[in-house]
């Protein structure tokens, strides 16, 4: 079971729509998908069709120990999906558990518990992927994602300020790496919100790749109207119009990540 945390602390760059659609486009592939939505804003549950009042256990009750992760999960629309949805209430874990010497791992621990429990199930319906979905802030909801993760998938959007951001996030996956996590690594930077039309966003490419050559993903995502609209209907821009770029991009980028995991596990 591998475990990739989505992160970055700038807001707006397609977090959220990166763990939905990379998530769904990994369960079109055949993997059985885990997406844990630690965002108190709950987009990533509202995206994938789980309304607020469905949502009677959330990550709240797995970050304060009170439940299992297993306890929490729920099924998506989307076959091999499944969704672990948050609350308005993580906002205030911080505070409940900031006093506690083990506060970093909740999560990890929560994680290691159900990779165990699906060991004594059936190989079929174990997940293969999870997916975490990030606060726009490095916070302790951040660092216990990253502890919890084998690696950090970045979403950089396309704009000026992209690269000031980044800079930031790896100081921080650094820190992680040092203090909680030593395993900790980045899996990959997906550009996201690219438009072709714009001459500034193909030189941000550019920059990016320059400044971090093959952690960038060969797949860049459009700036896509479906993808926009998706949310809205409570759906995956796959699910909502797989024809799309925005879909395209999304099933492209999911090979790539399996990619990746091949040349990892024979590494």
């Known amino acids: 079971m591998r475990v990739l945390v989505i992160a970055n602390q700038k807001g707006g760059v397609g977090k959220t729509t990166t763990a939905i659609n990379l998530g769904t486009a990994l369960a079109a592939i055949g993997e059985n998908v885990l997406i844990i939505d630690l965002d108190p804003q709950g987009n990533a549950s509202t995206g994938l069709g789980i309304e607020r009042r469905n949502r009677r256990l959330s990550t709240y009750d797995v970050m304060l120990g009170e439940e299992s992760l297993r306890a929490v999960l729920q099924p998506t629309a989307v076959p091999r999906l499944t969704v672990a949805p948050s609350t308005l209430d993580l906002l205030g874990v911080e505070l409940e558990i900031s006093g506690r010497?083990?506060?970093?791992?909740?999560?990890?621990?929560?994680?290691?518990?159900?990779?165990?429990?699906?060991?004594?199930?059936?190989?079929?319906?174990?997940?293969?992927?999870?997916?975490?979905?990030?606060?726009?802030?490095?916070?302790?909801?951040?660092?216990n994602a990253m502890t919890a993760a084998h690696s950090v998938v970045v979403p950089l959007q396309?704009?000026?300020?992209?690269?000031?951001?980044?800079?930031?996030?790896?100081?921080?996956?650094?820190?992680?790496?040092?203090?909680?996590?030593?395993?900790?690594?980045i899996h990959g930077i997906v550009l996201t919100m690219f438009d072709s039309r714009n001459s500034l966003a193909a030189q941000v490419v550019a920059d990016v790749r320059s400044f971090m050559g093959d952690k960038v993903y060969d797949t860049v995502i459009p700036r896509n109207v479906r993808v926009s609209e998706a949310p809205s209907h409570g759906k995956p821009v796959l699910l909502y119009d797989l024809k799309c770029t925005g879909s395209q991009a999304y099933l492209k980028l999911a090979s790539e990540v399996i990619q990746r995991e091949r040349l990892y596990r024979a590494a």
């Open 101 to 143: 010497k083990d506060r970093a791992y909740y999560l990890k621990n929560a994680v290691q518990t159900l990779a165990e429990d699906q060991k004594r199930g059936p190989e079929a319906e174990r997940f293969t992927y999870v997916l975490i979905d990030c606060p726009p802030s490095l916070n302790l909801l951040t660092m």
């Open 158 to 185: 396309c704009e000026f300020f992209a690269l000031e951001g980044l800079s930031q996030l790896l100081a921080t996956v650094d820190q992680v790496r040092t203090t909680l996590n030593p395993a900790l690594s």
